[in-house]
């Protein structure tokens, strides 16, 4: 399984910027995995950022980005996108687009992020 981020990108504070992961791979059925956002800035622990689930796309967001980030997906067109607006420079770090099947460890998956850089 293959995912790929991108949309990835220097903007100004208070900008905007959609993130996209496309997942693919043999055997994958992308409508069965929650798909999750994390990101990580220089020196500081991964964050989870947003989260939509399989089934009835239950959102989750972490508190600093509520009001700000959208996540959505459609099942049938795959991928899951991350929509920023109001950016600030905090907002600064790799984004990371995971796949994993409920509580899985081997059905748990990466990509190989993209960076975001928001300047003052």
Excluded: H
């Excluded at 399984?1 to 991108?6: D, M, N, P, T």
């Amino acid at each position: 399984v293959q995912l790929v981020e991108s949309g990835g990108g220097l903007v100004e504070s208070g900008g905007s910027l959609r993130l996209s992961c496309s997942a693919s791979g043999s055997g994958f059925t992308f409508s069965a995995y929650d798909m999750t956002w994390y990101r990580q800035a220089p020196g500081k622990e991964l964050e989870l950022v947003a989260r939509i689930t399989s089934g009835q796309s239950r959102t989750l967001y972490a508190d600093s980005v509520k009001g700000r980030f959208t996540v959505s997906r459609n099942n049938a067109v795959n991928p899951v996108y991350l929509q920023m607006n109001g950016l600030n420079p905090e907002d600064t770090a790799v984004y990371l687009c995971n796949a994993r099947w409920g509580a899985s460890d081997a059905l748990n998956y990466w990509g190989q992020g993209t960076q975001v850089t928001v300047s003052s």
